[in-house]
């Protein structure tokens, strides 16, 4: 795994050297106070409490799904319980009923 790639220079004078450690920890200090001045400027509250509203919200329309896939489960148990013998003929009525506007949002 590369993370990436440092460079060393030696130089002959300690002077040289501590000027270059000198800039480097100036670097450093700059980024560092960059990146804190970021990480300041998120209000952390707000964004935990979007996050928690986001939940929320995708929770309910699970809990909506799961149920109406509950509610058919239910049905088909209990239409194949009452009408066990004759499930195709109840089938084949149904269908035809579908076809009759009669009680339906069709008509």
Same mark, same amino acid.
């Given at each position: 795994?590369?993370?990436?790639? $440092?460079y060393l220079?030696?130089k002959? /004078?300690?002077?040289?050297?501590v000027a270059?450690? %000198? !800039?480097? !920890?100036?670097?450093?200090?700059?980024?560092?106070?960059?990146?804190? /001045?970021?990480?300041?400027s998120?209000n952390?509250?707000?964004a935990?409490?979007? $996050?928690?509203?986001?939940?929320?919200?995708v929770a309910v329309?699970i809990k !909506? $799904?799961? *149920?109406? $896939?509950s509610d058919?489960?239910?049905?088909t148990?209990?239409f194949?319980?009452v009408f066990q013998g004759m499930?195709n003929?109840a089938? !084949?009525w149904? %269908?035809e009923? *579908?076809c009759?506007p009669i009680?339906?949002?069709?008509s």
């Open positions: 795994m590369r993370i990436g790639t $440092a220079v030696l002959t /004078k300690a002077t040289d050297m270059g450690l %000198n !800039k480097a !920890k100036t670097n450093v200090n700059g980024s560092v106070g960059y990146m804190q /001045k970021r990480l300041d998120i952390f509250k707000v935990g409490a979007a $996050a928690l509203a986001f939940g929320g919200i329309g !909506k $799904a799961i *149920d109406a $896939a058919l489960e239910e049905t148990s209990k194949n319980v499930r003929e089938n !084949k149904a %269908n009923l *579908d009759i009680g339906t949002n069709k």
